[in-house]
C-alpha cells in the first residue's frame, strides 16, 4: 500500500512540532497546534488508530524533531539467528529497542539482548542503518532509524523477560512468524549475508 499519507502527516508534525519548540508568538503558536492536530488526525484516519491514542503517541515531544533510533543485537550460533518471541503479538525478531539517553549503541546492545534473551554477547560489526521508510514495515506514526549490530555470543542460557516469551535460534531458512515492525525477511536476510561475508559493508537506508 502507497505510504505517502504517512510521510506527509510525519512531515506535518515535525513542522508543527520544531515550530512550537521556538516560536514566542502567540499567534503562531495557536497555528502550529493547529497544525499539529491535523497531522494527527491524518495519522488516526489512515492507520486507523483513535486519534486520542496517536496524541498520546506525540504528548512528551516537545523539543526539536529527530527520528527516534532502534537498536537490534544480531547474534548467531551455528548458522543460525537469536530471535526473540514477543508477548503481545506471539511474533519474533531479533532483541532491542529504543535507544536511551546517555547510553551509546554498544552498551545498549548487550543490554537488551540479556535482558530480552538471557545471552550474554560482545558487539563486533555495525550490519545496517536504514530508514524505516524504505523498508515493507507497518506503518509508524514516529520517523525511524534501525540500527543493527552483530554481536559474538559469549555466555549466558536462554531466558525469556516481561517482553519476551520465547527465546531461539533459526536458520536462514526455517524463519519463524517475523514482527514487521520490528524486522523484515530482506533484513534478516541480509544480517546472514554479514554470516556469509564477515568482509561484507555495512548497509544503509
Known sequence: MDQQWLRWAQRVLAIAQNGLTYTKEPYEIERYQELRVLGQEILSRYAEVPVERVAHFFS??????????????IVFRDEKILLVQ?????????????????ECPSEMV???VQEESGFI???????AVYDKKCHPHPPSPFYIYKILIQCELTGGEAS????????????????PPLQMDRTSPGQIAECFEHLRDPQRRAAFD
Open 160 to 175: 525469556e523477560s516481561h517482553e519476551t516469551s520465547g527465546v531461539d535460534f533459526f536458520a536462514k531458512d526455517d524463519l
Open 121 to 127: 554477547v560482545k558487539p563486533t560489526k555495525l550490519i
Open 86 to 102: 514477543e508477548r503481545r503479538d506471539g511474533r519474533w525478531c531479533p532483541p532491542g529497542g529504543w535507544a536511551d539517553v546517555g
Open 60 to 73: 512528551e515531544e516537545k523539543s526539536y524533531a529527530t527520528p527516534k533510533v532502534d537498536i537490534r543485537g
Open 110 to 112: 548487550v543490554r537488551e
